[in-house]
T-cell receptor, first 115, second 113 residues
Framework: KNQVEQSPQSLIILEGKNCTLQ??????????LRWYKQDTGRGPVSLTI?????NTKSNGRYTATLDADTKQSSLHITASQLSDSASYIC??????????????FGTGTRLKVLA | DAGITQSPRYKITETGRQVTLMCHQT?????MFWYRQDLGHGLRLIYY???????DKGEVPDGYVVSRSKTENFPLTLESATRSQTSVYFC????????????FGQGTRLTVV
């Protein structure tokens, strides 16, 4: 069964600290993995997209890693800011034989950054 | 305005009523998607469209109808709303499927009473 599991469910950190969010997946056949940021009351916004051959991708203070062998990804946030308070969603896509794609969403990690 | 917009932002309707959620994008993206987001679940795909007049079911299509007569619009209709359809609905669009970015609207919070 295709699944995406994220941990922790929620996290509270102090402004300026670093944190790492985890994503484990059992999706086959794997096509790509995305991390989205979703502010409260808004739609998700893409942070990174990684294919099978990419191990690391950065977007400013956000760095995503992918280990396709262990089927794990992490999102590292450096020097957190109050504006980083949001839900972070991991999405894994499977490339189907029909040529279409299936997107499996994790339930997200809710991050709260305190001043 | 450029981008992808949904309307209304908030809607309260009664059980059994028909309600239509609108989605409009200005990029001429081929693909458009409707998702629902509920506590404890990841976003779940309701319907998607690969082009005008081409639509297909997603993971949870029952009770919903879509149409796409124009590339830029992708309305979602609840034919007879039920309380279980209370949710936040997101529309998204992308140039194509695969390794391309999808852009989401701001969402419509629908409450069925």
């Amino acid at each position: 069964k295709n699944q995406v599991e994220q941990s922790p469910q929620s996290l509270i950190i102090l402004e300026g600290k670093n944190c790492t969010l985890q994503c484990n997946y059992t999706v086959s056949p794997f096509s790509n993995l995305r991390w989205y940021k979703q502010d409260t009351g808004r739609g998700p916004v893409s942070l990174t997209i990684m294919t099978f051959s990419e191990n690391t991708k950065s977007n400013g203070r956000y760095t995503a890693t992918l280990d396709a062998d262990t089927k794990q990804s992490s999102l590292h946030i450096t020097a957190s800011q109050l504006s980083d308070s949001a839900s972070y969603i991991c999405v894994v896509s499977a490339g189907l034989a029909s040529g279409t794609y299936k997107y499996i969403f994790g339930t997200g990690t809710r991050l709260k950054v305190l001043a | 305005d450029a981008g992808i917009t949904q309307s209304p932002r908030y809607k309260i309707t009664e059980t059994g009523r028909q309600v239509t959620l609108m989605c409009h994008q200005t990029w001429s993206h081929s693909y458009m998607f409707w998702y629902r987001q509920d506590l404890g679940h990841g976003l779940r795909l309701i319907y998607y469209s690969a082009a005008a007049d081409i639509t297909d079911k997603g993971e949870v299509p029952d009770g919903y109808v879509v149409s796409r007569s124009k590339t830029e619009n992708f309305p979602l209709t609840l034919e007879s709303a039920t309380r279980s359809q209370t949710s936040v609905y997101f529309c998204a669009s992308s140039v194509r499927q695969g390794v391309t970015e999808a852009f989401f609207g701001q969402g419509t919070r629908l409450t069925v009473v």
